[in-house]
């Protein structure tokens, strides 16, 4: 089974190329990955150390050189990495330019060097060849594309791009703000590859990129994977709802080090990872008052990513009350297994035809495409329904 990273010299790339080697070596177990413990171990996954890696960058560096920045930050540890040096260094082969039209000054201040061509159509060419060098190339099976490229602006007017035709039609007219991850998702689709969005970016969640999906039958999921505060408010705020406790004000301050962190500086890369965060309370909590998420880039803070979060809520006799926690988490080390775990559960639904959205992997997503519910036990309920039905 091949992987394809947008995004691969990325610190949730890197760790999870590194993890996956770690553990097919027998060097790392498998804590933090949900395929690894039941209900999932009931399905007949593709093995971990079974999936080959290649992907897109815009930088000129490496998955070894982004290994060891992250190493001295503690998460993978220095032995791990050069236990699987060798394979980090095959893996860089086969990484290619990508392209970063429409990804704000951020990106393009990152970027080293980026596959551009005067027709959009070319660009998605060029992508196209690229997927399908590495398939050929490699013999493979079966591509999963996903997308672990920083954080895009937010596409203005997506209903322009609501069906197939338009979406073309915008391809071959060379309209200048179709964005690159939407161009990553498009030909990752026509080559028949199914395509996850760990981003807030556009991606495959236009309408015309969802028919596409729907009709070559291809899985099509996203958007924001759900690692941290939001994963943790998912799990609190139901909690709240179903004692009748009306939750007043839910306020949340993240700080983190890493590039994300820079590149969410920007504030219209910030715009989508906001919208994505506020909207799970927004789904579970809908009478609350006041309901704010903020980020900030902390630099010393590298890859970890602190969150305060801060919740008034009222009880009976209009007693009012508080929570406040701290989470303090390895950003990579929660977002990595996950990657792992998607690019699985994913290939397992194209080997069984399985197009479209898929409702059983809501839990992964902050914004979980096609699908209304954001609590977090009712979303696995939804992954428990499918092993049933599968195993
Ligand atoms: P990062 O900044 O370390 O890595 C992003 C990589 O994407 C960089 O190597 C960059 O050069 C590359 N890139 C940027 N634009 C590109 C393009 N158009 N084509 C190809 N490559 C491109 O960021 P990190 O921490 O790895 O996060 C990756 C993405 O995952 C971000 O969008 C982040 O918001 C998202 N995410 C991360 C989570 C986590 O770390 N816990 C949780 C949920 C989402």
């Known amino acids: 089974i091949g992987v394809w990273l947008v995004g691969a010299y990325g610190n949730v790339a890197t760790t999870a190329v590194v993890g996956a080697r770690a553990v097919a070596r027998g060097l790392a177990d498998t804590t933090g990955m949900v395929t690894a413990r039941r209900p999932c171990t009931r399905l007949d996954l593709p093995a971990v150390g079974d999936l080959a890696f290649a992907g897109h960058d815009v930088r000129d560096t490496s998955l070894l050189e982004t290994a060891h920045e992250l190493s001295a930050g503690g998460v993978p540890s220095a032995d791990v990495v050069d236990a699987v040096a060798d394979d980090l260094e095959r893996i860089d082969d086969g990484v290619r330019v990508g392209t970063a039209v429409n990804c704000g000054r951020a990106v393009a201040d990152l970027a080293d060097e980026t596959l551009s061509a005067p027709e959009i159509g070319d660009v998605v060419a060029g992508i196209r060849d690229d997927y399908r060098s590495f398939v050929d190339g490699r ?8 997308n672990v490229a920083s954080t895009e ?7 322009r791009y609501d069906t ?8 071959e007219t060379n309209d200048r703000d179709l964005p690159a991850s939407s161009l990553y998702a498009y030909a990752a689709l026509r080559e028949g590859h199914p395509y996850v969005n760990f981003t807030p970016s556009t991606g495959a ?4 990129l969802c028919e596409l999906a729907e009709r070559k039958d291809l899985p099509n999921v996203g958007r924001d994977a759900k690692t941290g505060e939001t994963l943790l408010k998912s799990a609190l705020a139901p909690m709240f709802a179903r ?7 839910w306020e949340g301050h993240n700080i983190l080090g890493n590039d994300d962190g820079l590149v969410l500086e920007e504030e219209e890369n910030k715009a989508g990872k906001l919208a994505s965060k506020g909207g799970v309370l927004e789904g579970i909590l809908p009478d609350i008052e006041h309901n704010r998420v903020r980020i900030d880039y902390a630099p010393p803070l ?9 919740v008034r809520f009222d009880g009976f006799l209009d007693t009012r009350m508080k929570l406040q926690f701290t989470w303090e988490g390895s950003d990579s080390a929660l977002a990595a297994p ?37 609590d977090f036990s009712r979303q696995f309920d939804l992954l428990e329904r499918y092993v049933d039905h599968h195993a």
Request: proline share 5%; net charge negative.
């Open 243 to 249: 004692r009748n406790l009306r939750v007043r004000s």
């Open 153 to 159: 602006p937010g596409v203005e007017r997506p209903e």
């Open 164 to 171: 197939l035709d338009a979406f073309e039609r915008a391809v």
């Open 205 to 208: 969640a236009l309408g015309g």
């Open 302 to 310: 590298g890859d970890w990513k602190t969150a305060w979060d801060d």
């Open 338 to 374: 996950l990657v792992l775990d998607l690019v699985r559960l994913v290939s397992h639904a194209d080997e069984y035809g399985e197009g479209g959205f898929q409702p059983q992997l809501a839990s992964f997503f902050k914004a979980p495409l096609g699908v209304d519910e954001h």
């Open 139 to 146: 013999d493979l099976d079966r591509l999963v594309v996903v």
